[in-house]
């Protein structure tokens, strides 16, 4: 939860989407906003939400932070 708050901090927007239609990647996840980078997104579909959290806060880091994890 910091890295999420930090994130919103930045002016970005955290989604986390459950897709009812879906029977595998049924999490959507993004990351928007001007920081992240020319195209403004960092998205993963995903099954395991856990991972997806970490892989798009591990995005941002990278992108925004310039940290390398």
Avoid: H, Q
Wanted: hydrophobic fraction near 40%; proline fraction near 1%; aromatic fraction near 8%.
């Amino acid at each position: 939860m910091p890295f999420l708050t930090k994130i919103r901090e930045d002016s970005s927007v955290v989604v986390i989407k459950l897709d009812g239609e879906r029977s595998e990647d049924i999490y959507i996840l993004l990351i928007s906003g001007e920081k992240v980078d020319s195209n403004g997104l960092i998205r993963i579909d995903t099954s395991d939400l856990e991972s997806g959290l970490s892989f798009i806060c591990v995005k941002y880091a990278t992108k925004v932070w310039g940290i390398e994890l």
